[in-house]
């Protein structure tokens, strides 16, 4: 069965870093396009970054461009997502998703959330 | 960026009865709308996309209509493990975004 595991969030503070990891199995990974979505305490959904299948096309949304960076190992079946100079604003539950096959940018798996806190 | 507007925030029902949730566009985003369904503590589950196509495994009681800028999901008789909140996404134009959520409680 489709699975997704994400894994590296935490306590960060201010300014720092985290990476995120998340481990796919149950599917062809190389074949779909991923993305990450994340939600902040309380609140609604924000697609933050979307990777196509070839890793070519690389969507972020405007709140984390310039400071997050998607990548994927078809190797490994691994999604990732780096993340730089983060604020409070950037506290939030980090989901990995893949995306339906008949529908591209529409998300029919997730993990089970990963929570990133930022603060001092 | 396309705004998804949903009404109402929370949704009182009882058991067995219908409920209907509506979900509005900023700006036409043809069929290209999709509904998740989040339980407290768990990830969103997709349960349509393309307005009205139902994604594996969704029961049939949960239906979708709508194009342009007005969508709504129909859930014929609610069973206890609908009580969660619904959420619609237009995936027409980037950025994708998602509606704010209604709650589906039990009256």
């Known amino acids: 069965q489709v699975q997704l595991v994400e894994s590296g969030g935490g306590l960060v503070k201010p300014g720092g870093s985290l990476r995120l990891s998340c481990a796919a199995s149950?599917?062809?990974?190389?074949?779909?396009?991923m993305g990450w979505i994340r939600q902040a305490p309380g609140k609604g959904l924000e697609l933050i970054s979307y990777?196509?299948?070839?890793?070519?096309?690389?969507i972020y949304s405007d709140s984390v461009r310039g400071r997050f960076t998607i990548s994927r190992d078809d190797a490994t079946n691994s999604l990732f997502l780096q993340m730089n100079t983060l604020g409070a604003e950037d506290t939030a539950v980090y989901y990995c998703?893949?995306?339906?096959?008949?529908?591209?940018?529409?998300?029919?798996?997730w993990g089970q959330g990963i929570l990133v806190t930022v603060s001092s | 960026e396309v705004v998804m507007t949903q009404s109402p925030a929370t949704l009182s029902v009882s058991p067995g009865e219908r409920a209907s949730l509506s979900c509005g566009a900023s700006?036409?985003?043809?069929?290209?709308v999709a509904w998740y369904q989040q339980k407290p503590g768990q990830a969103p589950r997709l349960l349509l996309y393309?307005?009205?196509t139902r994604a594996t495994d969704i029961p049939d009681r949960f239906s979708g209509s709508g194009s342009g800028t007005g969508f709504t999901l129909t859930i014929s008789s609610l069973q206890s493990e609908d009580f969660a909140v619904y959420y619609c996404?237009?995936?027409?134009?980037?950025?994708?975004?998602f509606g704010g959520g209604t709650k589906v409680e039990i009256k």
């Open positions: 998703a893949r995306t339906n096959i008949r529908a591209r940018r529409t998300f029919d798996y």
């Open positions: 149950g599917f062809t990974f190389s074949d779909y396009y």
């Open positions: 990777i196509s299948s070839s890793g070519n096309t690389l």
């Open positions: 700006q036409t985003v043809g069929r290209n």
């Open positions: 393309g307005a009205s």
């Open positions: 996404q237009q995936y027409n134009n980037w950025p994708l975004t």
